[in-house]
């Protein structure tokens, strides 16, 4: 199996000011693929589609998307999941001023800590799984790396015996990469921005976890 992890939002934690006015993004989305090996060309062929209807030359990142072309990306990944049930899709979101002050002294802590909450429950029994998040994801700066943290967890506090084998890669060259960071941003906008028809077609079918949130 390969899982892929892309994010939207930041780690800033400037809430004095409104978002993309000096103030940091009011959530956090990881979002991650869970792509059965034989499987691992059926996401990139949706993205190839958009690349190919739109005539696109280069990556063309989901923020600068047409609310069309999201709409028309969450379709066809609804079918994917209906066609094809054993590619999964699973979202965290964080509320991030609900976090704890002295949790933001080390953001890259929040991003394994949901991580962590996320990879876990589809390992199974595998003996082993690809990690490929983007290269340009937020790396732990202090302690161990995002995939030792993630061994470390499946080993000791799930006991289970999958080795997790970590391959960064950027998402200009992985298409795959691209279409769960299309999941993300779809995801992202419906929290931060109140735009909310990408992720009403995409909530029915695949698994939203909210952290932080006011109870």
Known sequence: MHIYLDESGDLGWKFD??????????YLVLAF??????????????IRELYSVHKWKTEKK??????NQKTFFCNRVVTLLKTHPDIK????????EKVQIHIRNDSNKLYNYMSGLVIPNYIGMKEKVSFIPDQRSVKVKSGNSLAD????????????????????CESHFNY?????????????THF???????????EPHINVRRLYFPK
């Open 33 to 46: 693929l869970f792509l059965p090996i034989e499987h691992k060309h059926k996401p990139r062929n949706i």
């Open 149 to 168: 943290y993630l061994q470390i967890k499946i080993w000791f506090d799930h006991d289970l015996k999958t080795t997790i084998k970590c391959i960064p």
């Open 17 to 26: 000011a409104p978002y993309r006015k000096g103030g940091s993004s009011r």
């Open 89 to 96: 899709i699973d979202a965290i979101i964080a509320y991030k």
């Open 176 to 188: 795959n990469l691209q279409f769960t960071d299309w999941i993300a941003h779809c995801i992202w």
């Open 192 to 202: 931060e921005d109140s735009s909310s028809k990408p992720f009403n077609i995409l």
């Open 62 to 67: 989901a923020s600068y998307a047409t609310l």
